[in-house]
């Protein structure tokens, strides 16, 4: 089982990125999965989640109106849309899926709830 997160890098404040996630040996079909993002020095923060059907998300309310979360299942991929890019939004980005698919009322989105991590991508907006 393997996750790989890339599309991180380096934008200006207000710049876009989108972050993909790709699996293998393992299908994210049935599986709520989501982002995380980690700054040194401080907790591992829920970014956004989504259920495998796709009929629930969830986002911090530090990136809501921001981010947009989506799923490809065809294609065994997450992707994270991030627009209006803030320097507090500096960080490793981590995909993850959770052994539950999540439902229309609720989406797991705390790490004790999610079992396989991708290596994480590095995201930096300069001021």
């Known amino acids: 089982v393997q996750l790989q997160a890339s599309g991180g890098g380096l934008v200006q404040t207000g710049g876009s990125l989108r972050l993909s996630c790709s699996a293998s040996g393992f299908t994210l079909e049935n599986h709520a999965v989501g982002w995380f993002r980690r700054v040194p020095g401080k907790e591992r923060e829920g970014v956004s989640f989504?259920?495998?059907?796709?009929?629930?998300?969830h986002y911090a309310e530090s990136v809501k109106g921001r981010f947009a979360i989506s799923r490809d299942n065809a294609k065994n991929a997450l992707y994270l849309q991030m627009d209006s890019l803030e320097p507090e939004d500096t960080a490793v980005y981590y995909c993850a899926a959770s052994r539950w698919s999540g439902s229309y009322y609720y989406t797991p989105q705390f790490p004790h709830e999610y079992h396989y991590w991708g290596q994480g991508t590095l995201v930096t907006v300069s001021s």
């Open positions: 989504i259920s495998s059907l796709g009929d629930s998300t």
